[in-house]
């Protein structure tokens, strides 16, 4: 959940409290577990939230209404930003939550697991959940997905003149002929388009055409 | 992976296998677990594969092109839907993968995690990648749109023929010095992987590069 970014963590009725074991896997995010909120019944632990979701893998025979993770990251968002807290249930890792303790729930988050081995342990569900909801802060952010290339992107002109330096040099190698249907030339740009290649390849590239000019035509 | 319904797990120089611990926590997967494939380079298990995707959470000197788990998945389906295998890569749980695994790949799935806080360990990402992969095929599977048109993709192995057809052609021409350091190539693998050509595209790009070579031997 921390690498998430996701801080509040609520415990209810812990085996054990501390618990050197935990505080050890918990490397890196152990001050969320140091800072987890205590709680003897789910209710204490939900009191002040106003969408609790839970999790179950068992949506078989329960009457709630049963949405997808994405769609519950989005549903929490919007209670959150309300001004109230919300809250995702998960269950303890083989039994997973009780009915009653379902009662304090808006809905049921079914994860689409295969019908064929649905059993996900608890640290996967989490992850889950929290990634979608991730996804969510971040869309709302307006964050867009970096382009990672780190130069600017070659303009179109710089690609037109690749065209042309492509198509003289391959005509002068005679694996091209203008003559015939030009069905070459719009697969290799469609190839360049789909590339989009930055400064520093546009330059390579360049590069690599002239030189292959000049070695043509020393001949 | 189980979970989300894959079944295709290769490993690239497994320190032990079979491994009892590995088989034991494997519970209920460990189907998985006995069936997968045993490499001993990330190119022997990549050599049939058209789309081939790596995660990292570590910035590169030479970026790749960054995509979402989401954008990933489409992708892999896409590839997959068209004859060809595709692959996620998972580096080993601290080192994470190295730049020389990375050549082989057409991108770099980045997960959102949080900048303060972004090393998931590896079953969280195998999980996430795999959850978004489980969503992709569900969402296809009603649809009639998404069938890929066109050729298959050309295969690993045939990529790194091309590397090698280009590395020779442009050594042969001065425009590259196999001395000089090696960033170069790199940077052109990185967009033939990103090109991500199909077989005709293939093919084209072999007969430019045999009539390329035919011209500058002439001289």
Same sequence: chains 1, 2.
Avoid at 24 to 36: K, Q
Wanted: include cysteine; charged fraction near 20%; aromatic fraction near 6%.
């Amino acid at each position: 959940m921390k690498t998430m970014g996701m801080s509040q963590l609520a415990l209810v009725a812990p085996r054990g409290y501390p618990c050197a074991e935990a505080t050890a896997r918990a490397s890196g995010a152990d001050d969320v577990l140091a800072r987890a909120e205590i709680h003897t019944t789910v209710l204490d632990a939900v009191r002040n939230c106003g969408c609790v979701l839970a999790t179950s893998s068992r949506t078989r025979n329960i009457p709630w209404p049963i949405i997808r993770p994405a769609q519950a990251a989005a549903e929490l968002l919007r209670s959150a930003r309300s001004g109230t807290s919300a809250a995702v249930l998960f269950g303890p890792e083989h039994a997973g939550l009780k009915n009653s303790d379902m009662e304090f729930c808006n809905a049921v988050i079914e994860i689409p697991a295969t019908p064929a081995f649905p059993s996900l342990n608890l640290a996967a569900a989490v992850q889950i959940v929290c990634y979608e909801l991730r996804k969510a802060v971040m869309e709302s952010a307006g964050s867009t997905v970096g382009q990672a290339t780190g130069a600017p992107g070659a303009t179109a002109d710089q690609i037109q003149l690749l065209y042309q330096l492509l198509e003289r040099y391959i005509s002068q190698i005679g694996y091209y002929h203008p003559g015939k249907p030009r069905l070459l030339m719009r697969r290799l740009k469609r190839m360049f388009n789909r590339l989009q290649p930055d400064q520093n390849e546009y330059n390579i590239l360049r590069g690599i055409l002239a030189a292959a000019e000049k070695a043509a035509r020393k001949k």
